[in-house]
């Protein structure tokens, strides 16, 4: 059973970088045609995409976070990682990966881990 | 404003039948992509109902169905139980935005 966990500071300033990873047990980041993916959801709101990566390094980003996202993959460790730049409190939420796989659905998520953006 | 449009809220009573619309374009849902629904319990994380139009994951209840047409989509929910109270979120493939997104979610509430 794959299972997902993400990790990373809980509280970040204004204007510097969010850095989270999200740690793959239970299989391999390389098995499969898998999507690993980023979503993030304010306190009582919706869900947000931000991005996906495929082991091979290839990525795609939501074009409302204008270029602040880089997502990366690190195959030896079975991690993928995101970094979101310039942030603001707009950017405080519950951040989770998850996994796209055979169903083309987010079929396997992490718990989430809040991260808050203030000074 | 999210791409895909949920109402905010339903609501019914225990073994009653519900409906949640999913409201596309024709850059989503219009174009044929597949729509998927998503349930979060509270202070949880969402997990997958149904995929792909009308098909549920092994473990979902049969209680759970989903429906399509042109550019909406529909999760229906019958025989309502207390712990059905959850978020909904509908989630497709957008390619003019070249990523995925969700609906604004639905809050129901059994009486």
């Known amino acids: 059973q794959v299972h997902l966990q993400e990790s990373g500071p809980g509280l970040v300033k204004p204007s510097q970088t969010l850095s989270l990873t999200c740690t793959v047990s239970g299989g391999s980041i390389t098995s499969g045609s898998y999507y690993w993916t980023w979503i993030r959801q304010p306190a009582g709101k919706g869900l947000e995409w931000i991005g996906r990566?495929?082991?091979?390094?290839?990525?795609n980003y939501n074009p409302s976070l204008k270029g602040r996202v880089t997502i990366s993959v690190d195959t030896s460790k079975n991690q993928f990682s995101l970094k979101l730049s310039s942030v603001t409190a707009a950017d405080t939420a519950v951040y989770y990966c998850a996994r796209v796989g055979k169903l083309r659905a987010f079929d396997i998520w992490g718990q989430g881990t809040m991260v808050t953006v203030s000074s | 404003q999210s791409v895909l449009t949920q109402p905010p809220s339903v609501s019914g009573a225990p073994g009653q039948r519900v409906t949640i619309s999913c409201t596309g374009s024709s850059s989503n849902i219009g174009a044929g992509y597949d729509v998927h629904w998503y349930q979060q319990l509270p202070g949880t994380a969402p997990k997958l109902l149904i995929y792909?139009?009308?098909n549920r994951p092994s473990g979902v209840p049969d209680r759970f169905s989903g429906s399509k047409s042109a550019t909406s989509v529909s999760l229906a929910i019958t025989g309502l139980q207390a712990e059905d109270e959850a978020d909904y979120y509908c989630?497709?493939?957008?390619?003019?935005?070249?990523?995925?997104?969700f609906g604004g979610g639905t809050k129901l509430t059994v009486l």
């Open positions: 990566i495929f082991p091979s390094g290839s990525t």
């Open positions: 792909a139009d009308n």
């Open positions: 989630q497709s493939y957008d390619i003019s935005l070249s990523g995925w997104v």
